[in-house]
């Protein structure tokens, strides 16, 4: 009797929470709410450090906090709180309430109590067995970072692992009622080289979403090699000289030119504020007929794939821009509510402690039809972008990006590689440039920080090439 | 649970489970937020956050470490029983010990703790402030980015020795990031951030004024063209370059090998003579201080360049012992624990004769960039090499007018940065990261459109 009435005073993961969450949603609606959002999370992470032939750090961490987010018309209050009691959710939806100045009136919303679980987590619960153990991972990471040693130019060797696992429950007051277990696993390798006064470095970063035995899988020997020469190709590399040059953009995390130059400003979340050009140029041209961009979270591991968003609603595949034309905007609730644009299961946060906002999910710039051959061959003085680094869009639309292993194009050829090249534009005007796409997609995962938290993504294209771009260089 | 309590269940735990040696960290906060949107409210946040970091040392003296949000107590007895299973792995090459300073007592000067406005105030001030921004000219259509909040925290450090550490405070911050258009020239954008102990501490109206200006300046823009200028760097500006590149002095980086120094730096000349910077965490214009670092150790000024010689390192505890010197005050607390600057003071020193002080950015006539401040420092910059290619907004100054510059960056090398400084201003400014003043550097590189 006693365990019982605790377990109703309290959200217990693995159990049944329905009553409690409706009874708190009631109270929310009963105060005046239009609406009510419970998001409630337990995580279990863990992150290790290899250096040299050493694991220099093991850092598990654990938690759990609840979101509770109120509209009234188009404006909302998010309160976050660890205290997942009864007392402690229905003070923070009191909070919530009170924020809004919500005042009681006749005219209440109904809520209709909550719908059938959609339990996207049963088949999950086993994943926290099925990952690789400390010591499973310190193994791999350290023959990793072994594999790096391949001269004396390098000095310094690193290997991370990190791993998220996240369990969820949804719900709200329009009878939403989910819970979910989110896996994300990501690996990178790093290097410094030195000869002299030459120095280099070279990393990568690979992850996946919803599959335990990714890391096992990982092919860590080739990935060193591709960090490895990375790092020698660079290390002798001179600066770029600055300019306006067309580049032709690798595939895989090249596509971050797109994520930074377009996808954030077809965020919901950018027309709300009234920071992107795109705003009222649906179906209309905004970019060059060859690109057509997707972005969607069901492809099976990439790293921005999920079951369910952070409002409880299926990721649907967007198709952003078809053939130049901009079809759809990447929306969430908010972005519903304030702008209009449909929801697109695109509502994500870092964590409890963020109110969700439209996000990227895996967002990438469809194959074309040529190769990669085509695209540098048509370039008689220009810069290849073999890896990128990150970058940013500022709230007018200018973007900047890094190239962190790049090579110059003499009459049609890569020549030598070249190091401090900065891309920098204007999105609007970048997006017309994109005039040929080659016939090699990939994808690469990484980490978006924006307004509600960093997030995982996935980021990709084939290779591309682009007319004319500002590179900053000396 | 306050903080005495996390101490005594913590130390209870950690008996019933035979562990001798830990510490621990903790961070207890609330925070309020508004923000705006043309005079209606748009999102009101408030969190009740806690963090509870606890490290403990098993029988062969290896750490290990857990993090949680859960401070209940079965929360942390399963982050003792994480710690003590991590410490399997502790790392045997690079011992942590508490810090030797974790129990000198340390004179708390008043912590100018606020009490709260609430969330209604702030919406008023923050729906007033915006207006005021959007009347202030024609051409301000927004203020896309704008928040007022305020934050109540206390960070507790206390060890297994008997180190006890508590600090609370209050702070506040108003952000104001206006958009201006004006008929067929591209939207221009800038901003201000002001913070204070607590929202009465900040000066609203000078906020506003700065975002206004700051936007409106960058109305009459054009592109540059590419080549190598003399460079005016604001306060901010400079002071983000320096904390970009803060692996220099940086210890830890030192060994890890992605620091531009050695062990054997100290002492090494970085730039000309009359620079000067100092690392002062308790500064009385730092809103942010803290008397303790995440070891307990107690927080201090330290100079890092003196007379452009680069004097000391900054220090966690194993840092420091292997070094053979003191922690300085700038750890956190980690499985391996990091070190960071907290606030840097840039000034010029008595060997200063060589300067040009006929440089000075409200007079100069000739022609110079001024940057006032630099974007995406997380990918334009590399510490381990000293290159960094940033984006800018700034101002090309020519014959005594200066125009926007659109869509530039700024290129070059740390190390050359420093030796080229030509003159260092001698009046300083406070920002929220540090204290410096004007800094001119002689020929960087400038890419633009132009």
Redesign the interface.
Known sequence: MLSSQIKSNEIVFGSCNKDLLEEIIFYGIGLGADFVEIFIENTDNSS??A?ED????????????AGIRIFKE??????????LTKHGLMR?VT??I????IVHNKKREVFNGLNKLRDYSSYKKKWINEVPS?HEI?EKLLVSTKSLKKNNKV??RKGSYSRNLQEVIIASSDGTYVSDIRLHQTVGLNV?ATDAQY???GSRRFGSSGMPNEFRLWDHEKAANEVFESSMNMLYAD?VD???MPVVLANKFGGVIFHEACGHLLETTQI????TPFDNKLNEKIAHESVTAIDEGISEGSFGSLSVDDEGMEPEKSVLIKDGILKKFISDRAGELRTGHKRTGSGRRQNY?F?AASRMRNTYIAKGEHSKEDLINSISDGLYCKSM????V???G?F???VEEGYLIKNGKLTNPV????L???AKEVMTKISMCGNDLELAPGFCGSISGSVNVTVGQPHIKVDSI????? | MNSKEITTQISEAADSLNLKKWDYGASLSNDYSVQVDKGEAKQLKASQKQILTIRVWNESNLVGITTTSDISESGIKKALNQANIASDFGNKNERTEFSPLAKVPIEVKDSKKRNPVGIKKLLTLLREAEVRLLESHESIKSVPYNGLSESFYERVYANSDGAFRSHTKSQAALYLYARAEEKNKKPRSSGSVKLGYGVEDIDIESCIKDASNKTISHLNYSSIKTDKYLICFSPESFLTIINAFSSMFNARSILDGVSLSNKNSIGEKLSTEALNIYDDGLHVKNISSSPFDGEGTPTKRLCLINKGRLRNFIHSESTARIFKTTPTGHAGLGSKVSVSPDWIVVEKSEKNSDLKTLLDHSTYKGEFVYIEELNAIHAGVRASQGSFSLPFDGWLYKNGEKISIESATVAGDIKYLLKNIVNIESRQEVTTSGISPHIWVNELSITGDG
């Open positions: 290790v450090l250096e050493f694991i220099t750090s093991v850092s598990p961490s654990f938690g759990k906090g188009k404006k909302d209050g998010f309160v976050s709180t660890n205290d923070s909070q919530a009170e924020m809004l100045d400390i310190s000095i310094t410094i120095r280099s470095s600066y600055a300019g306006q709300e504020r009234g920071t402690s109110a680094g990150g970058g940013s500022g709230a007018t200018q900047n990006f890094a190091k401090g090249a900065t920098i534009g204007e500002t590179v900053g260089g000396r």
